[in-house]
């Protein structure tokens, strides 16, 4: 009886992370390039790394460098551009958290908690604060 209890719950919790949430902001997608390479060049790391039969971390270690440093190039000559920083940063966590890395650093970009110097600032909305705490305060000497 509580296994099925348990798959509602599974299933109402996907229906409601799924739920999409208001934004006055744009958000900028990853690049269909980009993420093909970072899921093609993390499968070769993968594969590099159980291939290696060692059975310690430090080969998935290795791999993971490899993959962080393999994969912008490979992205570079798919894009035949220079990368932007958000594009290669998203290239690099997915190489260390490989299943969300890329997808969690894209939504910092978007939430404005990253930002890089070829990309505008993002202003991000603080809820409950007039418009006069945002004014400049200005500076008074102490003496």
Same mark, same amino acid.
């Given at each position: 009886?509580?296994?099925?209890? *348990?798959?509602? %719950?599974?299933?109402?919790?996907?229906? !409601?992370?799924? %739920?999409?949430?208001?934004?006055? @902001?744009?958000?900028?997608?990853?690049?269909?390039? !980009? +993420? *093909?390479?970072?899921?093609?060049?993390?499968?070769?790391?993968?594969? %590099? *790394?159980?291939?290696?039969?060692?059975?310690?971390?430090?080969?998935? *270690?290795?791999?993971?460098? @490899? &993959?962080?440093?393999? +994969?912008?190039? !490979?992205?570079?000559?798919?894009?035949? /551009?220079?990368?932007?920083? /958000?594009?290669?940063?998203v290239l690099i966590?997915? &190489?260390?958290?490989?299943?969300? @890395?890329?997808?969690? !650093?894209? $939504?910092?970009?978007?939430? @404005?908690?990253?930002?890089?110097?070829? $990309?505008?600032?993002?202003?991000?909305?603080?809820?409950?604060? +007039?418009?006069? %705490?945002?004014?400049?305060?200005?500076?008074?000497?102490? /003496?």
């Amino acid at each position: 009886m509580t296994r099925k209890y *348990g798959w509602l %719950a599974a299933v109402l919790a996907a229906f !409601v992370f799924t %739920a999409q949430t208001a934004d006055a @902001g744009q958000r900028k997608e990853i690049n269909p390039a !980009v +993420s *093909g390479t970072a899921f093609w060049v993390g499968a070769a790391s993968t594969g %590099a *790394g159980l291939a290696m039969h060692t059975g310690n971390g430090a080969a998935y *270690g290795v791999t993971s460098f @490899g &993959c962080a440093i393999i +994969s912008p190039m !490979v992205a570079t000559v798919a894009l035949n /551009r220079p990368l932007k920083y /958000r594009e290669a940063h998203v290239l690099i966590s997915s &190489c260390f958290i490989p299943v969300i @890395g890329g997808w969690l !650093v894209n $939504e910092a970009y978007n939430n @404005g908690w990253l930002w890089a110097p070829d $990309e505008k600032p993002i202003r991000v909305g603080q809820h409950g604060k +007039s418009k006069l %705490a945002a004014k400049k305060v200005e500076k008074t000497a102490v /003496r």
